[in-house]
C-alpha cells in the first residue's frame, strides 16, 4: 500500500516567498490553472513512489486548491525498458499558472528559448512564489531551486546506465536525479539557467537534494 502524502502547511510556508496581494498581482484562479511546481515534495527526497505516486501528488495538491477537476501529470522522464519521456506525458497546451500567466502554448515552445517559465511565474498550486537561489529562509535547506525532472533539455529521457531519475523516482538513498532551476539561476553557462536540466544530485535522499539546492519539488501540468 502507498503511503499517503502529508501536506505539512507550516513547513511549506518556509519554503515560500509571499506574493503580495496588491493591483498588480492577480487573484489566484484554481480554476483556469493548469501548470504548477508542488509546494511540498514526498518528504522522502527522490522516491516519488513512482511516476504514478508523483502524478497523486500533484492531483492531491491540485484539489487542495481547487483544480482537482482536472487531470494532472508530473513532469519526469524515467529510465530503463520502456523508458518515458516527460514531454510525452504531460498534454498539449497551453498552460498558465494560477495567477493567469501563460508558460508555454505547446510542448515545443515549453522546451524552446521562448517559454514564459521562471521565478516569477513557476509558482505554486497556491499562487506563492518559490524560493530561488537568492532566498535562504532555512538553513537547513539553503536554496529550493532545484526541480526534479530526471530529464534531458528537450524533455526526453536519458539513454544509458547512468541514474539520472532516483531510480526511477522510488529511490530515497543511491542514485542520483537531473534537476532544473526554476529561477533560472545559476554560474554561467546554459546549464545552470535551464528549467529542467541544469545538473545532477549527489544521491536521492533529501539530505542530498538539499545539499546542491533542492528540497524534492517538482513541475505539475494538467492534461485536460
Not at 517559465?117 to 532555512?138: C, F, H, I, M, Y
Request: with cysteine.
Amino acid at each position: 500500500m502507498r503511503p499517503s502524502w502529508k501536506l505539512p502547511v507550516a513547513a511549506a510556508a518556509v519554503l515560500l516567498v509571499g506574493v503580495a496581494a496588491d493591483a498588480q498581482t492577480p487573484a489566484p484562479n484554481p480554476s483556469a490553472m493548469t501548470f504548477f511546481v508542488t509546494s511540498v515534495g514526498s518528504g522522502r527526497g527522490g522516491d516519488l513512489g513512482g511516476l504514478a505516486g508523483a502524478d497523486a501528488h500533484c492531483q492531491q495538491l491540485a484539489a487542495a486548491a481547487g483544480a482537482g477537476s482536472r487531470t494532472w501529470r508530473a513532469y519526469l522522464s524515467t529510465q530503463g525498458a520502456g523508458a518515458v519521456n516527460a514531454r510525452d506525458r504531460i498534454g498539449n497546451g497551453p498552460w498558465t499558472n494560477a495567477r493567469g500567466a501563460v508558460i508555454a502554448r505547446s510542448v515545443a515552445e515549453l522546451h524552446s528559448d521562448s517559454n514564459n517559465l521562471n521565478q516569477q511565474t513557476a509558482l505554486s498550486e497556491r499562487g506563492e512564489v518559490l524560493n530561488g537561489r537568492s532566498e535562504k529562509p532555512n538553513p537547513n535547506l539553503g536554496t529550493l531551486h532545484d526541480m526534479l525532472t530526471g530529464s534531458q533539455a528537450d524533455g526526453t529521457a536519458f539513454a544509458g546506465n547512468e541514474d539520472r531519475t532516483c531510480r526511477n523516482w522510488t529511490s530515497s538513498a543511491e542514485g542520483s536525479a537531473m534537476v532544473g532551476h526554476h529561477d533560472r539561476d545559476g554560474t554561467p553557462g546554459p546549464a545552470p539557467r535551464s528549467w529542467n536540466a541544469s545538473h545532477g544530485t549527489p544521491g536521492c535522499s533529501s539530505a542530498d537534494l538539499a545539499r546542491v539546492g533542492g528540497g524534492g519539488l517538482f513541475y505539475c501540468f494538467a492534461i485536460n
